[in-house]
C-alpha cells in the first residue's frame, strides 16, 4: 500500500488512487418504488435516500473523491403530487438545518445548482445559509442540483450571454466553451467523471446536459435507498476498468 492510499481512510485496496474519478454525479432514483416494496408510502423512500446521500458523501471525501452532484429535484419533479413535492422541500429545508455543523466538521463545501428562486421562501434561506457558511471548506465540493433543469440552465445561459452582446458588452466570436460554462450553475466546478444512475432506468432525465459530455456512465439496478459503500465500490471498480479516449484513440 503506498503512503498516499494509507492516508486515504479505508480506500479498497483495488482501488486506485490515481485512478479514481474526481467528481462523481448521481441520478438518485428509485426512492418510491423502494418504499413501495416494502408497503410503505413513497416519502419513506426519500428519507432514506437522505441516509444514503450522507454515507456516499462522506465515502467521497473518505477516499479522496474532491467533488459530488446528487440530482435531488428535477425541474420535472413539480409535476408530482402536491403531497410528495411539500414533504421533499420541508426534507431538504430540515436536512440542511440539521447537518451544517456536521458539514462544517467534514470540510464540506455546499453548492446548489438549479433555479433557486422558485424554491420556497424557508428553504432558499437554509440554502443561502449552508453555502455562506462552508464556502471556504476545502474538503470536498458538494453540489446538490434542486429544481435542476439542463435545458432551462442552458437556455438561462444563454439569455445572459445575448444580454451581454445586446449591451455592446461582449462579441459573438467571444463565445466560446469557457465562456459559456461560467454562465450554467455549475460556474467552477469540473465536469464529472462519472455518473451514477440507479434503479435501472437508462436516462439521463434533463440532468447536466452540458457537463455530461464526455462523463463515464454506471446505471445499477439498485434502488437508491440501498447504494452503499459496496455499490458504490463497484462503480467505481467499473470506471477504472474503462478507457476513456475522448475521441482520439487509445
Ligand atoms: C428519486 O426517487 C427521488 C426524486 C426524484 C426526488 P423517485 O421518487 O423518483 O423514486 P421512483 O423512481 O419513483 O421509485
Ligand atoms: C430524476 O429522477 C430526478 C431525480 C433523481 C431528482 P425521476 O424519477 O424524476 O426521473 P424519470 O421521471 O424516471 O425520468
Ligand atoms: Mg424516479
Not at 492510499?5 to 479498497?12: E, G, I
Not at 464540506?108 to 420556497?120: D, E, K, T
Not at 453555502?131 to 474538503?139: D, P
Amino acid at each position: 500500500m503506498t503512503a498516499k492510499q494509507s492516508a486515504l481512510k479505508d480506500l479498497p485496496p483495488d482501488l486506485e488512487p490515481a485512478r479514481l474519478p474526481q467528481h462523481v454525479a448521481v441520478i438518485m432514483d428509485g426512492n418510491g418504488r423502494w418504499a413501495q416494496r416494502r408497503g410503505m408510502p413513497r416519502i419513506m423512500g426519500h428519507r432514506r435516500g437522505v441516509d444514503t446521500l450522507k454515507d456516499l458523501l462522506r465515502c467521497c471525501k473518505d477516499w479522496g473523491i474532491k467533488a459530488l452532484t446528487a440530482y435531488a429535484f428535477s425541474t420535472e419533479n413539480w409535476g408530482r403530487p402536491l403531497e410528495e413535492v411539500d414533504f421533499l422541500m420541508t426534507l431538504f429545508e430540515r436536512v440542511l438545518r440539521k447537518e451544517l455543523r456536521e458539514m462544517q466538521a467534514e470540510e464540506v463545501q455546499i453548492r446548489f445548482a438549479g433555479n433557486l428562486a422558485a424554491l420556497p421562501a424557508s428553504l432558499r434561506l437554509e440554502i443561502d445559509r449552508s453555502m455562506e457558511a462552508t464556502r471556504h471548506n476545502q474538503g470536498i465540493v458538494f453540489t446538490v442540483a434542486t429544481n435542476y433543469g439542463g435545458r432551462q440552465e442552458i437556455i438561462n445561459a444563454c439569455r445572459a450571454i445575448a444580454h451581454q452582446v445586446q449591451q455592446g458588452t461582449l462579441q459573438p466570436d467571444a463565445v466560446d466553451e469557457a465562456l459559456f460554462e461560467q454562465h450554467l450553475y455549475t460556474a467552477g466546478n469540473s465536469d464529472p467523471d462519472l455518473l451514477i444512475r440507479t434503479s435501472g432506468e437508462m436516462r439521463v432525465s434533463n440532468f447536466l446536459l452540458w457537463q455530461l459530455a464526455y462523463s463515464e456512465f454506471y446505471v445499477t439496478d439498485t434502488l437508491w435507498p440501498d447504494f452503499d459503500r459496496t455499490e458504490f465500490h463497484q462503480a467505481l471498480c467499473a470506471f477504472q476498468q474503462r478507457d476513456r479516449r475522448f475521441g482520439t484513440l487509445s
